[in-house]
């Protein structure tokens, strides 16, 4: 098998095996990464990879580049970027072996879908801009995580964001606003990406919180 049907199996299997409900971002990065590791599939699962700037024709952001997990495998290697936008979720947490009376905010309400959306296609764009410049990496994984349903609707076909959209099934290159006097406009650049990628979702219920991930290669 190949670099990148080994990584989409194992993080498919991530997801299907895990029972625990992870709290944000870094959570699912650590675990993940851990899971990678533990399964022997590579020779090493790095962990926030850095890769400078100054080395990457046409990436339009301002913040540094930070691979959320590579993987490796001989002289091959394979970015996976993360993003995980959540809702607000209250639960009674045991705590050393105790449990606790009160219910607590163990996941936040983010919003600005629109924004969340952006976010995934720049990560999209980035393992491209980055597998252009460096001849070891074939391909990268983009990986949504959300409890939020929102993200699984398509938006208005008149909403600033609807090039943005991540419903299922196909999605063009453009990745623009239509409101180019909007504030998102002017604080998140619009970019295109290489080619038409289709979203597929899947749906996991984790202590009583139903997630919907998708796992889109690059």
């Known amino acids: 098998m190949t670099l990148i049907n080994i990584a989409y199996s194992d993080v498919q299997q991530f997801f299907e095996v895990n029972k625990e409900l992870l709290f944000n971002e870094r959570d699912l990065q650590i675990h993940l990464a851990t899971f990678l590791r533990q399964i022997g599939h590579y020779d090493d699962v790095d962990v926030e990879y850095y890769v400078p700037l100054s080395e990457l024709k046409g990436y339009i952001w301002n913040n540094e580049l930070r691979m959320d997990v590579l993987l490796c495998k001989g002289r091959e290697f394979l970015p996976i970027e993360l993003k995980y936008k959540t809702k607000t979720v209250r639960k009674k947490l045991p705590r050393f072996g105790e449990s606790v ?25 980035r393992i491209e801009i980055v597998r252009n410049r460096f001849s070891n990496i074939k391909n990268g994984l983009a990986v949504f ?11 208005r076909e008149k ?4 090039k943005l959209s991540m419903d299922e099934g ?20 619009d970019f295109e990406v290489e080619k038409e990628y289709s979203i597929h979702w899947d749906s996991r219920d984790v202590e009583g919180v139903q997630y919907y991930f998708t796992i889109v290669i690059v």
Not at 101 to 125: C, H, I, P, S, T
């Open 101 to 125: 009376a009160e219910a607590v905010e163990v996941m936040k309400n983010q919003g600005a879908q629109d924004l969340g959306m952006y976010d995934f296609w720049k990560d999209v764009r």
């Open 159 to 162: 909403s600033n964001h609807i």
């Open 170 to 189: 196909g999605h063009d290159k453009e990745k623009h606003w239509l409101n180019k006097d909007s504030y998102c406009c002017k604080t998140h650049p």
């Open 145 to 155: 995580v959300t409890n939020d349903p929102m993200y699984l609707q398509r938006g």
